[in-house]
């Protein structure tokens, strides 16, 4: 059973450039939520995709923006990157409307450093 | 909105030895409750989970109790191995479904 997967595994950005980060969830899970994790913190939730739609967003700026598609993989991208983007983002699969409704299960997640 | 209080790590201990991560949070409505490891260099595993009052989560010998009278849901272990070496966090996840983290805890453990 393939878990969540994340790519890619690291990314080296400037600052004001735009990246776009990849993640396929768990099989049979329909939601997933992205979280960015700076060094020495626990992960910051950014926001979460059901339906293709953004079902809920953290306290993060537009420049963060996302997307789902209908095989309910998603993009996380990054416009007008900054050096306090630098971090780890962590991708999260769920199922909606199954009894642990919001039990979600991590991607390895991708090391972003932004120069 | 959900936040979590967690012990301030690093925490240090000889293999074998009994493991408490405190753990406290402050919650709108009435969140399922989950701990989290990490190891190094990897995303996050989920641990155990608690959905209601009083339920006990269990887990490759970790436990932890949902304490709605106190908001708490400490870790415990009884005896520790080196491969439980990671950073812990407990989340409680409300009702609008997004988890919510702390610091996190660092573990070593020591031979």
């Known amino acids: 059973d393939a878990g969540v997967t994340q790519s890619p595994t690291h990314l080296i950005k400037t600052r004001g450039q735009q990246v776009t980060l990849r993640c396929s969830p768990k099989?049979?899970?329909?939601?997933v939520s992205w979280y960015q994790q700076a060094l020495g913190q626990g992960p910051q939730f950014i926001f979460q995709?059901?339906?293709?739609?953004?079902?809920q967003r953290g306290n993060f700026p537009d420049r963060f923006s996302g997307h789902q598609f209908p095989n309910y993989s998603s993009e996380l991208n990054v416009n007008a990157l900054l050096l306090g983007d630098s971090a780890l983002y962590l991708c999260?699969?769920?199922?909606?409307?199954?009894?642990?409704?919001?039990?979600?299960?991590f991607g390895p997640g991708t090391r972003l450093t932004v120069l | 909105g959900n936040s979590v209080t967690q012990m301030e790590g690093p925490v240090t201990l000889s293999e074998e030895a009994f493991l408490t991560i405190n753990c406290t949070y402050t919650?709108?409505?009435?969140?399922?409750l989950f701990w989290y490891v990490q190891y190094p260099g990897e995303g996050l595993q989920l641990l155990l989970k608690?959905?209601?009052?009083?339920d006990k989560g269990s887990n490759k010998g970790f436990e932890a109790t949902y304490r709605k009278e106190t908001t708490s849901f400490h870790l415990e272990k009884g005896s520790v191995q080196v491969s439980d070496s990671a950073v812990y966090f407990c989340?409680?996840?409300?009702?609008?479904?997004?988890?919510?983290f702390g610091k996190g805890t660092l573990l070593t453990v020591n031979p």
């Open positions: 999260a699969s769920s199922l909606s409307g199954s009894s642990s409704y919001n039990e979600q299960f």
């Open positions: 099989s049979g899970h329909d939601t």
């Open positions: 995709y059901y339906e293709e739609e953004e079902r």
């Open positions: 919650a709108t409505g009435y969140p399922s």
């Open positions: 608690a959905t209601k009052a009083d």
């Open positions: 989340a409680p996840g409300g009702s609008n479904y997004k988890l919510t």
